[in-house]
């Protein structure tokens, strides 16, 4: 056999040791990239895994589980006593129906399928050194280490199978903890009763979706709104219809214009910060909204994400506070500053709902009882404050050098406010030029904009940006890029 391949491993694997990714899947997926691109060629017989550990400066131990994963997936061949060799199962397949080798599937399917667009997800892939994202948490600010000895500590406390068995009335400890916190942040009077604590946003909409909509019936949103429950209450048959809004949010008087008692379903609606412009839902239209609901017979979803991101801890501004959960269903997240894994969505509603929308939960595979019982020790333990204020007093100075930042770099081009709640800006442009071209701009500089952060039409230029996942150093850097970009826009014209 030939000798071990020349390229030295550290030319075509970087090891990043900030991401989440643990270190030998970041090895597995860029050898495979390596095979694809053909820098390593099938046969091409592998160095020992001492000396690809030396090369990329990692345990051996770390480069032995990427073998054994490269292995297992077909991308490396072991030879007993003579060495590791390059395999690419992707071309080898080509023949391996004849063999009878095992044979993966077709990239395209010979038989028909529904196809859903409205369901298209707005996230690409990044391969830019610095994002921006439309409002996410930095995960970093809460160790996960102490989030993980709360789930360790259950783990060892469990005694039996059966505590690991779901039941009908889910997990008692967990909603009485969270029911709990609930009245003490947000000044609720509620039981276990009428809360449903469910794994993510998705599910929250999707289980809503079912138990309210049919096809055909109208429900409001905002003109600019939230994507995902937009697409999720489209797949399921809804007419949406836009309302306007302005500085007070939601123009209520537009619904009592245009629409008529009893033609509309529901209206999906974030009062605290608007999505994506942050605008809160004034104290008068709330009374307004509440009382078109009851006089047209409608029900508000009130999605209340980001009550945790708030700067004013006005516990009576929730619509459903005001309401008492009579025409409004509230959703919102426990611990979005947490590590996900240990984040928990839910909604609240009248007892009858909340028991079946519980049924749905066996359609998006049973919970983690385990996690949610380490969830509720956070709660009761009191951990859940000491960290929601660490990540408050993070939150609030990025904030504040966030919006500094853009008003250093671009002065009187923009019209932006400090948002009341949320992660991420609302940033106007006074002058018309090309998103599209801004983007692909600042993404050849290392800087990606995600296109669900661009807004633009005929009388809006606008960006919704989140600075919360960037400490200091990156978003000095990316406000830089976005704004080099935009004032070479400008000198050279449209």
Request: with cysteine; aromatic share 12%; hydrophobic share 40%.
């Amino acid at each position: 056999m030939g000798s071990p391949v020349s390229v030295p491993f550290s030319s075509f694997i970087r090891i990043d040791r900030k991401k989440e990714e643990a270190v030998y899947l970041q090895i597995v997926f860029q050898f495979i990239n390596a095979v694809r691109t053909r820098l390593l060629e099938e046969g091409d017989r592998l160095p020992g895994s001492r000396k690809i550990a030396e090369d990329l400066q990692v345990h051996r131990k770390t480069v032995v589980a990427a073998l054994a994963e490269l292995q297992e997936q077909g991308w490396v061949k072991t030879q007993a006593n003579i060495g590791s060799f390059v395999n690419d199962p992707e071309v080898s397949t080509a023949g391996s129906s004849k063999s009878g080798a095992f044979q993966h599937p077709p990239e395209q399917a010979v038989f028909a399928f529904r196809k859903e667009f409205i369901l298209d997800s707005p996230f690409p892939e990044s391969q830019e050194e610095l994002t921006f994202t439309d409002g996410t948490p930095d995960y970093g600010i809460i160790k996960v280490e102490e989030l993980v000895r709360f789930y360790a500590s259950v783990l060892r406390r469990t005694k039996s199978s059966r505590e690991l068995q779901p039941s009908a009335q889910g997990n008692l400890f967990f909603r009485d903890q969270l029911s709990y916190y609930l009245n003490v942040s947000r000044g609720f009077h509620l039981s276990r009763n009428f809360l449903l604590p469910i794994a993510g946003r998705e599910q929250v909409f999707s289980i809503l979706s079912r138990l309210l909509i049919r096809p055909g019936d109208l429900v409001l949103v905002e003109n600019l709104s939230y994507f995902l429950p937009n697409m999720i209450f489209g797949q399921a048959g809804a007419q949406l219809k836009t309302v306007p809004i302005d500085e007070e949010g939601m123009q209520i008087d537009f619904i009592q214009e245009h629409f008529k008692a009893g033609e509309i379903r529901c209206v999906y609606i974030n009062s605290r910060c608007q999505y994506p412009t942050t605008v809160r839902l004034s104290e008068g239209r709330k009374i307004q909204l509440l009382q078109l609901a009851e006089k047209y017979n409608f029900v508000i979803i009130e999605d209340d994400a980001d009550f945790e991101f708030s700067i004013s801890k006005d516990r009576k501004g929730s619509l459903f506070r005001k309401d008492g959960g009579k025409r409004v269903i509230y959703t919102g997240t426990f611990g979005r500053f947490l590590t996900p894994g240990f984040q928990m969505n839910f909604l609240i509603a009248p007892r009858d709902l909340v028991e079946e929308g519980s049924k749905y939960l066996n359609i998006f595979g049973n919970p983690n009882l385990m996690m949610e019982k380490a969830l509720g020790e956070i709660i009761h333990q009191g951990d859940i404050h000491r960290y929601h204020r660490k990540s408050q007093k993070v939150v609030g100075e990025r904030k504040e050098s966030f919006a500094g930042l853009l008003y250093s770099h671009f002065g009187q081009q923009i019209n932006f406010r400090m948002p009341p709640a949320g992660l991420a800006f609302w940033i106007e442009f006074k002058a018309a030029f090309s998103l599209t071209q801004l983007q692909e701009k600042t993404s050849r500089k290392g800087l990606l904009i995600p296109g669900i952060c661009l807004y633009q039409n005929r009388e809006l230029t606008a960006l919704r940006l989140g600075f919360a996942n960037l400490e200091q150093q990156e978003m000095e850097k990316a406000v830089g890029i976005l704004a080099e970009a935009y004032w070479e826009l400008k000198e050279t014209g449209p």
